[in-house]
């Protein structure tokens, strides 16, 4: 299929109602949806549950303790995901297109899919799932590159009840044998290789050094993009075509699940340890990106929805596959990068298919900023009404660029704040509905209580203020557990500030009453809106034998948002101090991948410590930004003079 043999040429017109149901349609709206949510939280998502295809209804529709944290929602509720991204939509939209895939070359034929195609193609998929053992509460790993296969392995997990783990195709075989291995998956599905750019990357490899450390896979599927030759251990690898032709019932009864029954896992990066495993529930998750995708975005019934982040991040999960499905839209998805074969890709691709909403991320709109802006002006957008916003904050200039450039002054920007912890978006203007301010998320969505609170875990009344960005009421897309060690949960989320969910995240609330998202106050960097923590990274840079310590910091990037800047401190003075660099990266492309490759490495000889043995990060931070007039005090640390050898090295 990803080949363009599938194209389906006669798409029967839609004969539906344009505007989408339970949706905001005015500001007046969005402000009694809000008073009721915040008064009445169980009678306002129990009424939007109601749109939903349950096998059983729920008995309670919420109980939570954020002490513990136990939080569920539509307890006792019956159903499955898939039944209610597409059976339920195969009545009335079976010949709507649900799926548009865009390849990477643009020579190459692109393939749409209709609700009723994606059906049967997510049913095949499923029951080659279960020929090859895979059942209800199995966790598969799935490591893809962006084609429609992806997507159609995301659902056919949801359809048996197997636990998806999405794992990015940018990471290392270190990085997917730790996932693999802490979620103890059962399978892995992947691809012999993808395209990315002008280049092509073989993703079947990386997935063999990676099974070296696992000893729980005994399955994996393989779907054929470049075909290529690829090393197939017998008994162990399948290729997904051969399997498909094993298989000829074109339906799959979907699984019975509970509402709390886990759906996915998705590794993230935290200022402690090892990347978690945030765990979303089936029924909660549901609810919450599809009411959040209707709202925010505004999709009309016949309008075509582009994101452009990659089904491995969580942007991916819930505005590709999960929210736009659920709501019965159009969903694009793009194989390729927005500078290939040129910096007009993303343009062209939005006249090429009538893109109607298109969601991008910050750094994505800097690097196309960069260029010529005849590449965006060489193309109509004519279809375009909204624009979307995420991963960082969007910087004003690249806001207004967007706005101009992209948007002709006739779109509103949605600048949708949000984490993979939340499951959804969070804070964010609807398009068209609510008050825009560049660089602003403005407001909380209906049934999101957002709050500010200081270093004392005071909350903040008022406006014109700054603080830590808690939310204090719990909403049905949020974080379950973290795979395996409910206590991490607890720690990183609900420890900080008692009886609140802690963001990590530093927020200004302005005089109206609008959010602006500062960044984050915890050590985690945000590089083009990837989320690494520093010490995962220093504990990459510390495999290298010659390193004795490291300290990661973020600085900020032109394009990037923030780049990594690490210092180094080595056993024995460097000598060849570009072959060391080289070779530091080379391991944290090896622990990680190439997405976390330091920017700037400066080899120190100590690093500014309290006398307890804490580094001061805020000092290396300074440093790295080319601020040095004013560290602060540094008399009280172990051993001052370290700072102005570090000034004096700074890259
Ligand atoms: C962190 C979450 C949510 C999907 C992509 C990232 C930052 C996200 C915004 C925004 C300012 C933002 C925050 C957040 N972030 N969206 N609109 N404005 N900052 O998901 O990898 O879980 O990262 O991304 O710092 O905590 P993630």
Known sequence: MAKGDNQTENVTPLNLQTRMSYRINSFEEYKEAYKKSVEDPEAFWSDIAENFQWRQKWDKVLE?????????????????????????????????????????????????????????????????????????????????????????????????????????????AQAIAGRVNDASCSMVITSDGLNRGAKQIPVKRVVDEAMEQCKTVEKIIVVERLGWAVNMVEGRDVWYHDELKQVSEKNCQAEEMDAEDMLFILYTSGSTGKPKGVVHSCGGYMVYADYTFRNVFQYDESDVYWCTADIGWITGHSYIIYGPLLAGATTMMFEGVPTYPDNGRFWQICDKHGVNQFYTAPTAIRALMAGDVDDVLSYSLDSLKTLGSVGEPINEEAWQWYHLHVGKEKCPIVDTWWQTETGGIMISPLAGITELKPAHATYPLPGVQPVLVDAEGNEIEGNDVEGHLCIKFPWPGMIRTTYGDHERCRQTYFSTYKGKYFTGDGAKRDKDGMYRIIGRVDDVINVSGHRFGTAEIESAINEHPKVVESAVVGYPHEIKGQGIYAYVITAEEV?????????????????????????????????????????????????????????????????????????AGAL
């Open 575 to 647: 000598k060849d101090a570009e072959t060391v660099r080289g070779e530091i990266i080379e391991k944290v492309v090896q622990m990680i991948g190439k997405i976390a490759k330091p920017e700037k490495i400066q080899f120190v000889s100590g690093l500014p410590k309290t006398r307890s043995g804490k580094i001061m990060r805020r000092i290396l931070r300074k440093v790295a930004e080319g601020d040095t007039s004013n560290l602060g005090d540094t008399t009280t640390l172990l051993d001052p003079d370290v700072v102005d050898e570090i000034k």
């Open 64 to 172: 939570w303790d954020f002490e513990k944290p136990d939080v569920k929602w539509f307890l006792n509720g019956k159903l499955n995901i898939t039944e209610n991204c597409l059976d339920r939509h195969l009545k009335t939209r079976g010949n709507k297109l649900a799926l548009i895939w865009e390849p990477n070359d643009p020579k190459e034929k692109f393939v749409r899919l209709t609700y009723k195609e994606l059906h049967e193609e997510v049913c095949k998929f499923a029951n080659v799932l279960k020929r090859n053992g895979a059942k209800k509460g199995d966790r598969i790993c799935i490591y893809m590159p962006m084609i429609p296969e992806l997507a159609i392995a995301v659902l056919a997990c949801a359809r048996i009840g197997a636990v998806h783990s999405v794992v990015f195709a940018g990471f290392s």
